[in-house]
T-cell receptor
Framework: NAGVTQTPKFRVLKTGQSMTLLCAQD?????MYWYRQDPGMGLRLIHYSVGEGTTAKGEVPDGYNVSRLKKQNFLLGLESAAPSQTSVYFC????????????FGPGTRLTVT | SQQGEEDPQALSIQEGENATMNCSYK?????LQWYRQNSGRGLVHLILIRSNEREKHSGRLRVTLDTSKKSSSLLITASRAADTASYFC???????????FGKGTRLSVIA
């Protein structure tokens, strides 16, 4: 099993450009999450999904959109990238929330110039 | 947000010593989890402790939870250079809420 995979691993964008980050999991998990990690800030939840076709806002959702059209995929979109969105983005999945562990992808390092 | 706060922010020890990291949180929790992150990698789950538990062990890891003090500690015994990583606590509240992560403790184990 591949677990949780993320595409791409690295990306450089210019301010105002758009892009989509793809997360895929092969564990049949209902729950999927997108986090960003900035130096000294830990992980902050951007959006999450509790099942196919559902999405919900996390702690820092502004400037991002998500979609969960298929159970195994969770897409994170930046419509108009800003330098403040320079970060490392992690996707995770879990069977349920709280009392189940989350499985993390390897991360996507995004730089917006 | 009831983000956990780890203490210390950074810790440097010699191989073979024990490492203790603490996590404090603000409100009542359902579960508390500890994760490890090696440099440049995703987080890896270490251990979960429920609010009605006081202590759990997993190999060289020992986690305690004191709900009256709203704090948890992670002890790594007989540390190895491979334990060098950042360690995060994460909590969830009752009612199927997402995990909220702390800012982490950066552990360096010197051979």
């Amino acid at each position: 099993n591949a677990g949780v995979t993320q595409t791409p691993k690295f990306r450089v964008l210019k301010t105002g450009q758009s892009m989509t980050l793809l997360c895929a999991q092969d564990m049949n998990h209902e729950y999927m999450y997108w986090y960003r990690q900035d130096p000294g800030m830990g992980l902050r939840l951007i959006h999450y999904s509790v099942g196919e076709g559902t999405t919900a806002k996390g702690e820092v959702p502004d400037g991002y959109n998500v979609s969960r059209l298929k159970k195994q995929n969770f897409l994170l979109g930046l419509e108009s990238a800003a330098p403040s969105q320079t970060s490392v983005y992690f996707c995770a999945s879990s069977y349920s929330q709280g009392n189940y562990e989350q499985y993390f992808g390897p991360g996507t390092r995004l730089t917006v110039t | 947000s009831q983000q956990g706060e780890e203490d210390p922010q950074a810790l440097s020890i010699q191989e073979g010593e024990n490492a203790t990291m603490n996590c404090s949180y603000k409100t009542s929790i359902n579960n508390l989890q500890w994760y490890r992150q090696n440099s440049g990698r995703g987080l890896v789950h270490l251990i979960l402790i429920r609010s009605n538990e006081r202590e759990k062990h997993s190999g060289r890891l020992r986690v305690t939870l004191d709900t009256s003090k709203k704090s948890s500690s992670l002890l790594i015994t007989a540390s190895r250079a491979a334990d060098t990583a950042s360690y995060f606590c994460a909590t969830d509240e009752w009612g199927n809420t997402p995990l909220v992560f702390g800012k982490g403790t950066r552990l360096s184990v010197i051979a």
